[in-house]
């Protein structure tokens, strides 16, 4: 039986634009290939999101990927407000779980960054029940670490958990501990997965008090 529900943020909870936000800039199409390259399509993001480095090592970082873009790294660095967008069902749906009785929680590579400059788009933290931001524990999905902690943390059973994340790696990683998984691709497509896993169907106390 299933009793928590852990979310990604970035295009599950909210909607990670980063195309978008690049767009609003003006680039030309090569320049903004290049800054895309040099920064959100970077393996080095995943540094950003690791938390272990300062807001200047990483914009150093950045610009090392490819000095001929810096000018241009460097307005975009400036405010990342707008890389995130809100998803208007994230409140509502989380809100729907915990009234029918079901710990929710979030996994999520993040950085710190982003987080303070984009609060409007994370007001939904206040509604869960806790969970993980990369950045805080210096540890990234799918590394089997951040799982572990989550589980420890919270005192979870896998078997008692669902995850739902938008990219199959991280998925696959939580599967290894046993716990179900759900690949987001929407939300109604996402709500049927809980369902086939009978979550929503009715309060989980009432389930409990059947046992």
């Given amino acids: 039986m299933i009793r ?3 979310f990604d943020i970035g295009n599950v909870l909210t909607v990670f634009g980063w195309k978008n936000f690049l767009k609003s800039f003006g680039f030309d199409a090569e320049t903004e290939r290049k800054v895309a390259d040099a920064t959100m399509d970077s393996p080095f993001w995943n540094e950003f999101d690791r938390g272990q480095l300062t807001d200047e090592e990483m914009l150093a970082g950045f610009i090392r990927n490819d000095p001929s873009v810096e000018k241009e790294i460097r307005q975009i660095y ?3 407000h ?3 967008t809100k998803a ?3 409140i509502p749906w989380i809100r729907e779980l915990k009234a029918k009785g079901y710990q929710v929680l ?3 590579n993040f950085s710190d960054k982003v987080a303070r ?5 994370l007001d939904f933290l206040e509604y869960v029940d806790g969970g993980i931001l990369s950045y805080r524990d210096g540890v990234i999905k799918p590394d089997p670490v951040i799982y572990r902690l989550l589980l420890d943390r919270y005192g979870l059973k896998p078997e008692e958990c669902v995850f739902l994340d938008d990219i199959q790696k991280n998925l696959d990683a939580a599967k290894a501990f046993g716990i179900h998984t759900i690949l987001f691709r929407n939300v109604e497509q996402a709500k049927e997965g809980l369902r086939a896993l009978g979550v929503g169907e009715e309060p989980l106390y009432t389930k409990q008090e059947e046992k």
Avoid: K, M, Q, R
């Avoid at 400059?117 to 788009?121: A, G, L």
């Fill in 4 to 6: 928590t529900i852990i």
């Fill in 78 to 80: 400036e405010n990342l």
């Fill in 82 to 84: 707008g890389i995130l």
């Fill in 88 to 90: 208007d069902y994230a």
């Fill in 106 to 108: 979030v996994l999520s």
């Fill in 117 to 121: 400059e984009n609060p409007d788009v």
